[in-house]
C-alpha cells in the first residue's frame, strides 16, 4: 500500500530534550515536506525538500532541522524542544513539485507535547 | 502575503442535505486551489485539485468551483451523509510553490 508513515505517532518529552520524528515513504516521491498544525493557525510549512541532499525553509522552520540523506526518508529534528513547539506534526510527500499538479500525500500525523 | 478564509468554521446539518463550504484567499496569482479532507487521527486526503485555468473539478457527490478573480472556491457536497463528517480544509498554491492553508471547516452530518 502506497503511504507515508510516521512516528511517533504521539510523544510527551520535557523541554531540552532531542527527539526527532521519522516520516518515510515508499511511492518513490521526490518531494516531501513537514507541516504543523495548531488551533486556528491551519497547517504552515516547516520545512521541505525537492530531491535527495536538497532542502529549504518553510514558513516556521526555527527550532526545527531536517535532513534528506536518501529518497524515502525525511526527519524532523528538534534539537531542544520547548513548549511552543506543542503541536501536531504531519509529513507529507509528492511525486513532483507542486506546481506540476501533483497531489500531496499525508501521514497520519504525530501529536507532540513538550512540558 | 496569501491569506485563506474558510467560512464557516463549523456546520451541522441532517443527512441528506445538500451543502456548500467557502473558501477565500487575498492573492489571486495562484497555480491551483485544492480541497482537502481530514479526519480524526488520520492525515489529510486530496479530494479535488483545480488547476487556475479551471473553474470547477467534480468527484463523485463533490463539486469545487473556482473563481479566481473573485478569489472564491466552493467546495459542493450533494446528499450528505454521516460517513462526510470530517475537517475540510483548502489550500491554495501561489508561485513559491508553497500551499497556503485555511484553517478548515469541521462538518458534521447526522442520521
Known amino acids: 500500500e502506497a503511504q507515508v508513515t510516521q512516528n511517533p505517532r504521539y510523544l510527551i518529552t520535557v523541554t531540552g530534550k532531542k527527539l526527532t520524528v521519522t516520516c518515510s515513504q515508499n511511492?518513490?516521491?521526490?518531494?516531501m515536506s513537514w507541516y504543523r498544525q495548531d488551533p486556528g493557525l491551519g497547517l504552515r510549512q516547516i520545512y521541505y525538500?525537492?530531491?535527495?541532499?536538497?532542502?529549504d525553509k518553510g514558513d516556521v522552520p526555527e527550532g526545527y532541522k531536517v535532513s534528506r540523506k536518501e529518497k524515502r526518508n525525511f526527519p524532523l529534528i528538534l534539537e531542544s524542544p520547548s513548549p511552543n513547539q506543542t503541536s501536531l506534526y504531519f509529513c507529507?510527500?509528492?511525486?513532483?513539485?507542486?506546481?506540476?499538479?501533483?497531489?500531496?500525500?499525508f501521514g497520519a500525523g504525530s501529536r507532540l507535547t513538550v512540558l | 502575503k496569501q491569506e485563506v478564509t474558510q467560512i464557516p468554521a463549523a456546520l451541522s446539518v441532517p443527512e441528506g442535505e445538500n451543502l456548500v463550504l467557502n473558501c477565500s484567499f487575498t492573492?489571486?496569482?495562484?497555480?491551483?486551489l485544492q480541497w482537502f479532507r481530514q479526519d480524526p487521527g488520520k492525515g489529510l486526503t486530496s479530494l479535488l485539485l483545480i488547476q487556475s485555468s479551471q473553474r470547477e473539478q467534480t468527484s463523485g457527490r463533490l463539486n469545487a468551483s473556482l473563481d479566481k478573480s473573485s478569489g472564491r472556491s466552493t467546495l459542493y457536497i450533494a446528499a450528505s451523509q454521516p460517513g462526510d463528517s470530517a475537517t475540510y480544509l483548502c489550500?491554495?498554491?501561489?508561485?513559491?510553490?508553497?500551499?497556503?492553508f485555511g484553517t478548515g471547516t469541521r462538518l458534521q452530518v447526522f442520521p
Open positions: 492573492d489571486s496569482a495562484i497555480y491551483n
Open positions: 507529507a510527500s509528492s511525486s513532483g513539485r507542486l506546481s506540476g499538479a501533483n497531489v500531496l500525500t
Open positions: 511511492m518513490n516521491h521526490e518531494y
Open positions: 525538500s525537492m530531491n535527495v541532499e536538497v532542502t
Open positions: 489550500a491554495v498554491l501561489g508561485n513559491t510553490d508553497k500551499l497556503i
